[in-house]
C-alpha cells in the first residue's frame, strides 16, 4: 500500500468488531482473524480463491492457512502495528463471499 493508513484506536476497533461479529481480535488487537469451516478440500481452496480476488483489488493480503476441511483468515497491517480500516473493510468482503 502505497498510502499511509492510521492505526484504529480501541475505541475504533471496538466499534468496527459489531460489523464483522464472527472475526476475533487478539489481545494486543493487532490482528483479526476467523476460521471458516468447509464440507470439503476444494471448498475451502474455492473461498482462499475468492479472498485472494479481494485481497489483490484492495491491496491488502491477508494471511491465510488451508487445511482440509477449513481455512484460517488472519489480517493486520504490519506497517502501523496495529489494525486498520483496511482490516475491516477486507474483513467484510470476506464475509460478504459466504452470502
Known amino acids: 500500500m502505497t498510502k499511509q493508513i ?3 484506536s480501541t475505541k475504533e476497533i471496538e466499534k468496527s468488531m459489531r460489523k464483522v461479529s464472527d472475526w476475533t481480535a487478539n489481545a494486543k488487537q493487532t490482528e483479526l482473524q476467523q476460521t471458516f469451516y468447509f464440507p470439503s478440500f476444494l471448498a475451502g481452496l474455492a473461498f482462499v480463491a475468492k479472498i485472494a480476488v479481494h485481497a489483490e483489488v484492495s491491496q491488502h493480503h491477508p494471511v491465510i492457512e488451508l487445511s482440509y476441511e477449513k481455512v484460517k483468515v488472519k489480517l493486520a497491517t504490519h506497517d502501523c502495528k496495529g489494525l486498520t ?6 474483513a467484510e468482503r470476506i464475509d460478504g463471499i459466504l452470502q
Open 85 to 90: 480500516i483496511n482490516d475491516f473493510k477486507l
Open 6 to 8: 492510521k492505526k484504529l
